[in-house]
């Protein structure tokens, strides 16, 4: 029991937790975005809440490019196994060190473009990574993306559009590399897919409005080639 004592009763369930559990720190990613930019946390999470929605009910889930795997609770909430790469031992080990009991996650260093991982998976999600990948490796990232799930499993790749970097901060052009508008991502996805849907994203919000004037993509595909 603490000592503390809130105002209103439920609150004291505020430092059960803490007393419990202690206190969850930001990851490296997370924390630069909650110092720099706090809104963009918002919609990082929102995103994280997109895919959680669109693969309720399956039961393994893979996400690749996963960084200091802050958002991926979101995900937690509704599949009961998720398991989560990035090639960056650095952002691993970061995300190693925040794993808290309730909250158990598969964590791996793996680097997609030299294969597949090992599952297989019902699903799997890479938001913020097909940006980041040289244009003459897409195809090998696709094809181990989805050499790492069932024939009848889902993928959702979320990604900034092209129309939208001329609005990037300096160190996200950096890394872009590979944007893409709504058509291109959709003939892109559709080489490995059978079946590609796909959403616009305005900050918080998915839609299926005009790609051009979205900042954000999702590509949903379902069914393997």
């Known amino acids: 029991m603490t000592s503390r004592e809130t105002k209103e009763d439920q609150y004291e369930d505020l430092f059960d937790v803490e007393n ?4 969850f720190r930001m990851g490296l990613m997370s924390n630069q975005t909650w110092y720099d930019d706090p809104k963009r946390l918002g919609f990082q999470l929102a995103r994280y809440k997109f895919v959680a929605r669109m693969l309720e009910g399956k039961n393994s889930v893979l996400e690749v490019g996963c960084a200091d795997a802050f958002g991926i609770r979101v995900v937690q909430q509704f599949v009961p196994k998720v398991t989560a790469i990035d090639f960056d031992p650095l952002f691993i080990e970061d995300a190693q060190a925040r794993i808290q009991e309730r909250w158990t996650l598969d964590l791996r260093v793996h680097d997609i473009l030299r294969g597949p991982v090992e599952g297989p998976f019902d699903a799997a999600f890479s938001l913020d990574v097909l940006e980041h990948i040289d244009p003459a490796d897409e195809g090998t990232f696709i094809k181990n993306l989805a050499g790492s799930i069932v024939q009848d499993g889902i993928a959702i790749i979320g990604m900034p559009t092209l129309e939208s970097q ?3 901060s300096s160190q996200s052009r950096r890394g872009h590399v590979n944007c893409k508008s709504g058509n291109e991502l959709r003939e892109t996805m559709l080489k490995s897919f059978q079946n590609v849907f796909i959403f616009s994203m305005n900050d918080e919000v998915v839609h299926t409005g005009f790609h051009a004037m979205a900042h ?10």
């Open 20 to 23: 419990e559990a202690g206190r």
């Open 166 to 168: 001329v609005h990037a």
């Open 216 to 225: 954000y993509l999702f590509a949903l595909c379902c069914g393997v080639r």
